[in-house]
């Protein structure tokens, strides 16, 4: 196991920022900030009293208009090990069951005088649309429809580098649906831009079109690639990133049958013996085991699975530490 | 409003649908046109000057959505109405997406009556194809008809089933009356509100592909061969849509198209913020842009050249607005929960003028897509709306080719400030609208003087 990156962060916090709506405006300073204070919090993590002064006297609010259990008990986690006040909020009982508007569910929110707002939403771009209105509520995403999921691309990156170093030149093979997964768009501008090469792979009727096809696209085609075919997109792979299947896409007629996508596009034995020696095997969560894994991967050597999720914890702590702890936050 | 004479002096008298392009002197008596080209001094008239301005027919539009009755707090036939003045327009075609629908006579009736009390601009409606809208049974297209709709439509919805398209452009023909589709293939773009493009992938939209309107062009091109019937694509956006009119116009179908400002002007970037300017770095909190929210979606930077080429070479018969006002909340939502629509008339003309300034279209052919290109549509009933022929209605349009203005939603006629030009200068603008004689807008005054004077 190689040691993360040693040399000292060139910038100590993420102020003025007040909102992670994504990755892409993220400078490599930030990106680096948050790894090495991610090494930090694991730290604290492993001790036998888990709990930090350092956000003490600050309010986040969850606000989870999708289920999810993960990512918000991670999120909640992570504030109360910081000593933050942290009140869950979600979909149903809330006031947006009752016909309340997102915008006005945010300015409620606020004028509570939280002072970070962690978001999920069904919708692509719901954040931003908190993010224009809200003034001094910070807004942190935590998976906002296909769009994006930072943290988890933080995590997932933390994880990568943990294990690999630098991730210049490795390849990263993310396999599933990857049209509709938030997780991999934000792996993947998160992973190009930190100079790995991304294969994409699953059923054509599941990734971008038009990067199949050769069109114009939004993504950066200098470093990533479709390939439907698993045994080849995991030839050589340093990290093989097994995505989610939703149940409802294949009754939708995505897929033939969940029989036809286990038999093209589970990661087997035999699949990951293709790929490097020692490489990683990730996935997102949660998981349907014997389908996107086999399961005697799911709890094999290989798996990094539940070291992910300790690291998602560390991850949400430094993003909650850096964006509330800044000297502009205490001001 | 008056009932005096109005003499515009030496405008250029731009009467594209009569070849007629002089500089002189433009009267107007008693709702008509009494004399144009040379000079006259009547002694009883209002005397406007119209050095440097461009006298034209009033502009029509075959596609908007007025909203009443059912949806008073987006728009009314009144502020529609308004809205349409100011934007030059002196004829409007009310879409039947009200509630109830406009699906029989009775609500025709209503409509052309709130009309009248708006005053001189004329509202024309537009009929349902099916009850309700909803697809399964044809409306009284005789009955509608005899009430004066100019048109029909599902319009906000396609005609989904073949065979009630067959029997609408059937019952429609024996009437005189086009069917306006809005072609859209349900099956394939379920759920989307961008075009399927680079942008849609970037902002993890879902995308609805050009394919989604072509194929239904496709299938009602082939109806109205097979029934001889009359069909016009309403809000024509993709380059492909085009090609599909231009060949069934080359086989002698009777087949028509529009298409709007915003395809004219706009492309799938703009979702991204910034009036379109947002280069493809880093999203700023300005994605997502409801008021770049429409159906159909603006397309690619191709299709948009496209949608002109095909205005230019008659392919595309008319511009419509397409106009959807929209209160504040329905637009303040996340992207997939939003309505879609712009509001669109009081920016069409001079959004379209940067066509002309941008050497896209000469003036000539964007004044005969809002005048002569709307008015075939209409039928011998309303002849001579797009012309300044002597003893034609006296709708005139009175613009400045060159001023330039700011858009300022606070300042609408229309209920619906859903623009994505909020801010934005155009250059352009329309000072004076006539509608039957009287004048329905007066902006002579520029902005900056009226303010002066007020100091």
């Keep these: ?331 | 409003m008056t009932t005096r004479p109005i003499l515009i002096r030496n405008v250029r008298i731009l009467d594209v649908g009569d070849a007629f392009d002089q500089v002189g002197d433009l009267l107007l008596r008693d709702g008509h046109v009494a004399s144009r080209g040379g000079h006259v001094s009547p002694s009883d008239a209002i005397v406007i000057d119209g050095t440097s301005l461009v006298a034209t027919p009033g502009f029509i539009d075959f596609h908007a959505h007025l909203r009443e009755p059912g949806f008073e707090d987006k728009e009314t036939i009144a502020t529609g109405a308004a809205a349409g003045a100011r934007g030059g327009f002196t004829t409007l075609c009310a879409m039947p997406n009200t509630n109830p629908a406009i699906d029989n006579g009775t609500v025709v009736d209503f409509v052309l009556q709130r009309a009248r009390e708006a005053g001189p601009v004329r509202v024309l409606a537009v009929g349902a194809v099916t009850i309700g809208r909803a697809g399964k049974v044809l409306t009284d297209m005789e009955e509608l008809a005899g009430a004066g709709v100019v048109a029909f439509t599902d319009d906000g919805a396609p005609v989904a089933d073949a065979r009630m398209m067959r029997n609408a452009l059937l019952y429609a023909a024996d009437l005189g009356l086009p069917v306006v589709d809005h072609c859209e293939d349900y099956t394939l773009t379920k759920g989307t509100g961008i075009h399927d493009g680079w942008v849609a992938s970037r902002l993890g939209l879902a995308g609805y592909p050009s394919a989604g309107e072509e194929s239904l062009v496709a299938r009602d091109i082939a109806l109205a061969g097979m029934t001889g019937g009359w069909f016009h694509a309403a809000h024509l956006s993709t380059a492909g849509g085009a090609e599909l009119v231009r060949r069934a116009k080359q086989r002698g179908l009777r087949v028509t198209a529009e298409v709007t400002p915003h395809h004219l002007t706009m492309t799938e970037e703009w979702v991204l913020g910034h009036q379109g300017r947002h280069a493809r770095g880093p999203l700023t909190a300005a994605a997502y842009d409801t008021h770049a929210k429409v159906s159909p979606p603006l397309r690619a930077i191709d299709d948009r050249a496209a949608m002109v080429e095909a205005l230019k070479d008659g392919t595309i018969d008319s511009i419509a607005t397409d106009h959807a006002p929209h209160t504040w909340s329905d637009k303040t939502m996340p992207f997939d929960d939003a309505n879609v629509g712009l509001s669109v008339l009081e920016t069409a003309f001079g959004s379209l003028m940067a066509l002309v300034h941008g050497g896209e279209l000469p003036l000539e052919t964007l004044i005969r897509k809002l005048t002569v290109g709307p008015a075939a549509m209409l039928g011998p009933r309303h002849a001579g709306l797009a012309t300044l022929r002597p003893g034609t209605p006296a709708d005139v349009v009175l613009f400045d080719p060159n001023e330039e203005w700011v858009v300022d939603t606070a300042r609408f006629a229309s209920k619906g400030k859903n623009t994505p030009l909020r801010g934005a200068t155009l250059k352009g603008r329309v000072r004076l609208t006539i509608a039957q004689g009287q004048i329905v807008h007066d902006g002579m005054q520029p902005e900056t003087l009226k303010k002066v004077a007020r100091s």
């Design chain 1, 1 to 331: 196991m190689t040691t993360p990156q040693a040399a000292a962060p060139a910038i100590t916090s993420l102020a003025p920022r007040r909102q992670v709506l994504d990755l892409d405006d993220f400078t490599r300073e930030e990106i680096d900030l948050v790894l090495g204070t991610t090494e930090s919090m694991r730290e604290v993590l492993g001790r036998s009293i888990k709990k930090v002064p350092s956000l003490r006297g600050k309010i986040i609010m969850t606000l989870f208009l999708e289920p999810s259990t993960r990512t918000r008990v991670s999120f909640e986690q992570a504030g109360k090990i910081l000593s933050a006040d942290v009140i869950n909020l979600s979909g149903s009982g809330s006031s947006a069951e009752k016909g309340e508007s997102l915008l006005n569910t945010g300015l409620t929110l606020q004028a509570m005088h939280a002072d970070l707002i962690v978001m999920r939403h069904k919708d692509s771009g719901a954040p931003y649309l908190l993010a224009r209105h809200l003034k001094h509520a910070g807004i942190v995403n935590a998976g906002d429809g296909r769009h994006a999921h930072p943290s988890q691309a933080l995590l997932d990156l933390y994880t990568m580098r943990r294990h690999l170093g630098s991730l210049e030149g490795r390849k990263v093979v993310i396999i599933g649906d990857v049209a509709h997964s938030r997780v991999a768009r934000s792996n993947i501008f998160g992973l190009s831009a930190a100079g790995a090469r991304v294969v994409l792979c699953g059923p054509p009727t599941l990734l971008p079109l038009e990067l199949l096809r050769g069109r114009d696209t939004a993504y950066p085609t200098a470093n990533v690639s479709v390939e439907t075919d698993l045994d080849k997109a995991i030839d050589g792979a340093d990290v093989v990133m097994a995505l989610r299947i939703q149940t409802e896409r294949m009754e939708g007629g995505a897929t033939p049958s969940m029989r036809e996508y286990t038999r093209r596009w589970q990661v087997t034995e035999a699949r990951m013996r293709k790929a490097r020696p020692n490489a990683l095997l990730m996935h997102p969560g949660p998981m349907n085991e014997g389908i996107e894994l086999a399961s005697s991967l799911a709890h094999g050597d290989a798996q990094r699975i539940e070291e992910q999720v300790t690291n998602g914890v560390a991850t949400r702590m430094a993003l909650l530490y850096l964006l509330l702890n800044g000297p502009e936050a205490s001001a």
